[in-house]
């Protein structure tokens, strides 16, 4: 089941929104605030996001563009006021997929959400640079900052750093690393992803022996919670 968040204010709009998609099948998710919202949308694994500009705390052009600066590549619909053109253009700037203005049809924003997430399943690609904590990443460029200064990576390293990157919040086991950074004809014992783990640890973590960012998960691997 397809999951949304609903990041609207105004009680019967939220309301009819929620109503609306499940009846379509969606798991739907309401938040009516723009602090509340941001929250949700770095630990929630939604597959789409409606969201208003206008809401209490941070307003959606911050939402989204705190969300693409951090990697989420979720599709976002964007509910603008009724001829706010600026405020189309703005919103697509900061990285929203599309666009609806209040008032709306139903069956408009319906449609919209489909066409979205049908593009957004075949065409979805990893983000290109991601910004956690005081650490800003650019895979594009294969370079790394930490306060503004570069972290100096190995080739290795970095494709490690790139792999948990782009499986965010997921648990990669031991095999999948190996796999991924050094391929399927290699063969290297578990000790040289800790090894290398470790030496990542030691340039992007506060504190290497209490790791916040790249955790270890017993017995199966590690996830990146930046």
């Known amino acids: 089941m397809r999951r949304i968040l609903v990041v609207e204010d105004e009680p ?3 309301t009819g929104l ?3 998609l499940e009846l379509e099948g969606y798991a739907v998710e309401v938040v009516d605030d723009g602090d509340v919202a941001m929250r949700r949308v770095l630990e929630g694994d939604f597959d789409l996001i409606v969201l208003d500009i206008m809401l209490p705390g941070m307003d959606g052009f911050a939402i989204c563009r705190e969300a693409r600066m951090k990697g989420i590549q979720t599709p976002i619909i964007m509910l603008t006021a009724k001829g706010q053109e600026v405020d189309k253009v703005v919103g697509l700037e900061l990285g929203a997929d599309d666009y609806v203005t209040k008032p709306f049809s139903p069956r408009e924003l319906l449609a919209r959400i489909k066409a979205v997430l049908r593009r957004g399943h075949v065409e979805a690609k990893p983000a290109a640079k991601y910004v956690f904590a005081d650490i800003t990443i650019d895979l594009n460029r294969c370079e790394a900052m930490k306060n503004g200064r570069k972290i100096d990576l190995t080739a290795t390293e970095f494709k490690l750093l790139r792999a948990f990157l782009e499986r965010r919040g997921q648990v990669l086991t031991i095999g999948q690393i190996l796999q991924e950074v050094w391929g399927r004809d290699v063969f290297l014992t578990d000790r040289v992803v800790y090894t290398h783990v470790n030496n ?6 506060q504190d290497p022996r209490n790791p916040r960012l790249l955790v270890s998960v017993r017995g199966i691997g590690y996830r990146f919670d930046g």
């Open 12 to 14: 019967t709009i939220a």
């Open 18 to 20: 929620r109503d609306d």
């Open 200 to 205: 990542l640890r030691s340039k992007i973590e």
